[in-house]
Every structure is written in C-alpha cells, then in structure tokens.
C-alpha cells in the first residue's frame, strides 16, 4: 500500500500546455503539500491545505492552481506551461496542520518536463 | 523564522569510511531537526529526528544525528559507509507551531569503492 501516491511519475508536455497532477494519501492525514524540486536539489513550499483548506500560498504563479475535493487529495493543475516550470514536484502529508514532531510523508514525485 | 545550513554540497567518502554530514539551524525557539534522504528519481524517506529527547539521535540504516544546542548543530554520522548509502540528504527544521518545514539546501553523497 503506498502511502502518499502521485500520478504522473513522469510528464513531458510542450510550453502552453495545461496539464495536471494527482495526489492521493491513505495515511488519514489532515494537511498536504506541494514542493517545487528544482535542478540544484532545492525544495520550495509551494501550497499547503489543511482538511480541505488552503493555509500556504507561496509566491508562485497563478498558473498554478491546487485543488482539494477531499483531505486524501492534493492535486496541481499548471496551465500555460513554461518551460522553467520543468522540476520535480513532490506531494507530502502530515498528520496535522503543525507539523511537530512528527514531519511528513512524501510521494515519489512527478518529473515534469516543458519542451 | 527558521532555517538550515548544510555544508558541502558534495561529499565523497571511500567505502568503510566515516560519514559525517552537516547542518546547522537557525530559530527562535526549540527547534524539532529532521534529516530526510532522497535515493536517485525516489521520493524523500525520513532517516531520523530530533523532537526534545535525547540529543543522540538513532535513525535508520546506521546513521545517527547529535542535537548540539551550543553548537546550533544537527550533524549527521555513519561509522562505516556503504555503497547504498550514496543519495542526497536534506536536513530540515520545524517548531511546535510550525506549518512547514525548511529544507536545507541538501548534500549529496558519493561512496567510492
């Protein structure tokens, strides 16, 4: 059973498209998030929801837009592709919206590529 | 606010070498320390954390972590490398209160034969 599942593992799309990411959790948790993994490694906050509420909105584009329709699901929809959006993004949950003690879960991530 | 340091970008150790991997934090108040690791294109899987208990910290396969108060530090140690151990790790801060974690900017290790 994977915990925190996404879809695609690999995505390779053309600037301008829109395209989107799944994220599932099975852990029961009430907060997800997305991260942005850039080229150099670095992991950047980009949407957190607690229980179907938005708690962080980090400074990132508004072509890109979290959806929540449920606490077990965090998707990403990216309209407009460009061709810096190519990164690895990473899907996390915890159990609670103060992470704590106890920290995160993260998925396997989602390599996408805009050509 | 809070924030990591990791030192070195790359570290190469030879096989049966010690591992040490550094970080330091920076924050206001008591600090809960994690070092994460990422094997190549898998997700990030936690190694071990620090929430005010002991300061020696034992995590999974043998690598360990010392919470130096004094020091601001968070170092990360394995006696004996291995090659599966070569990955990059990110070491990461939070607080009681806190709502996300702040990553370092991540080490990435290289076991040589």
């Known amino acids: 059973d994977t915990a925190v599942s996404q879809t695609p593992k690999y995505l390779v799309t053309q600037m301008g498209n829109d395209k989107s990411i799944k994220c599932e959790q099975n852990?029961?948790?009430?907060?997800m998030y997305w991260y942005k993994q850039d080229s150099k490694k670095f992991l950047k906050i980009m949407f957190s929801?607690?229980?179907?509420?938005?708690?962080i909105n980090e400074t990132v584009p508004n072509r890109f837009s979290p959806k929540s329709p449920d606490k077990a699901h965090l998707n990403l929809h990216i309209n407009s592709l460009e061709l810096g959006d190519s990164a690895v993004y990473f899907c996390?949950?915890?159990?609670?919206?103060?992470?704590?003690?106890?920290?995160?879960?993260f998925g396997s991530g989602t390599r996408l590529t805009v050509v | 606010a809070q924030s990591v340091t990791q030192l070195g970008s790359h570290v190469s150790v030879s096989e049966g070498a010690l591992v040490l991997l550094r970080c330091n934090y920076s924050s206001s108040v008591p600090p809960y320390l994690f070092w994460y690791v990422q094997y190549p294109n898998q997700g990030l899987q936690l190694l071990l954390k620090?929430?005010?208990?002991?300061?020696l910290v034992k995590g999974i396969n043998g690598f360990e972590a010392e919470f130096k108060k004094s020091e601001t530090s968070f170092h990360l140690t394995k006696p004996s490398a291995h090659m599966s151990d070569a990955a990059e790790y990110f070491c990461a801060v939070s607080v009681f209160t806190g709502n996300q974690f702040y990553f370092g900017t991540g080490t990435s290790l290289t076991v040589i034969p």
């Open positions: 852990l029961g948790h009430d907060t």
């Open positions: 929801y607690n229980n179907k509420e938005l708690i």
């Open positions: 620090y929430t005010s208990a002991a300061t």
């Open positions: 996390a949950s915890s159990p609670f919206e103060g992470i704590g003690n106890y920290g995160y879960t």
